[in-house]
């Protein structure tokens, strides 16, 4: 299969220009059966209360729209989106073909303040098997994994927004490369890690502010991880392409896990910026939505 993940510019905003702009990148590819977009691809990654603007009711229009670009290009389509569901905000991510979308599954533990939170399903049934999906966060979290350790699995997309320190790149290198091979040596299946580029807009809390003081940024660094992986060269900055092979497997070995993390992290920093962190963005998102 010939998989293209793209390194969207987070800085464009608008639900029709973004939709053009994807396109227009989608219409460069070479001949792509599988595009894997980041995290809230349509209307750009934003951790604040500034991105309910763009809200789709129960994703009725990110779904009519995949659904057509695939059909007009020929392929699959990963896609992120905001979904409003019975009142609530969830950070969605679908898989559509020319003919339907096949699911869709919500993040988890998404920003507090932004997204309803919850225990969510992470796979989703296609043509050529079933995709684990693991939203940014969640692709770190216990719960994923034990959502899908016991499915066989074609493949793996991790679609991220993902904001890191831009003076230590290799620090961000490394995390991504430990995670993401984890799960490829576990399944034996190819892994897409795709993020973003671009700014970070305000956060709340003490996460935030930590975020801004360190010049944090969304740096792309999209990777395909497959062990039989051919490069498709391009000339698309924002494009990684590969072809992969698809086979449905089983996992073949345990992940370990530090608590309810894959890596060890920090745990002062666990404890006192981001529990309290996400206690008080419940309450914003209750009280504001």
């Known amino acids: 299969m010939r998989v293209f993940a793209l390194e969207l510019d987070n800085d464009l905003k608008g639900i029709p220009e ?12 070479p001949s792509p059966e599988l595009v894997v977009l980041p995290e809230l691809a349509l209307c750009s990654y934003m951790a604040s209360q500034a991105i309910w603007q763009y809200a789709d009711e129960e994703g009725r229009d990110a779904g009519a729209w995949a659904v057509e670009t695939a059909r007009t290009y020929g392929t699959f389509l990963g896609v992120g989106f905001l979904a409003r569901s019975g009142g609530d905000y969830y950070n969605r991510y679908l898989i559509a073909g020319p003919e339907k979308v096949f699911g869709a599954v919500s993040k988890s533990e998404g920003e507090a303040a932004v997204f309803r939170r919850g225990s969510f399903g992470s796979l989703i049934p296609t043509p050529f098997g079933n995709v684990a999906v693991g939203i940014c966060y969640d692709s770190r979290r216990r719960h994923f994994y034990e959502n899908v350790k016991d499915a066989s699995l074609s493949m793996i997309l991790f679609p991220h927004g993902a904001p890191a320190d831009p003076k230590k790149p290799e620090k961000e290198r490394r995390e991504n490369d430990l995670r993401c091979t984890l799960y490829a040596d576990a399944w034996g299946v190819p892994v897409v890690y795709v993020n ?55 996992r073949v070995r345990d992940i370990r896990f530090y608590g309810d993390d894959i890596l060890p992290g920090n745990r002062l920093f666990r404890r006192f910026v981001l529990k309290p962190d996400t206690e008080a963005g419940i309450k914003a998102y209750e009280s504001n939505k």
């Open 196 to 250: 973003s580029r671009g700014s970070l807009e305000p956060m709340p809390g003490k996460m935030g502010e930590m975020m801004r003081r360190r010049g944090f940024r969304m740096n792309g660094m999209t990777r395909i991880y497959a062990p039989d992986a051919v490069p498709i060269p391009g000339e698309m900055p924002e494009a990684v392409g590969a072809e992969v092979k698809i086979h449905s497997k089983r």
């Open 18 to 29: 973004r939709k053009a702009y994807i396109e227009g990148l989608i219409a460069r590819l």
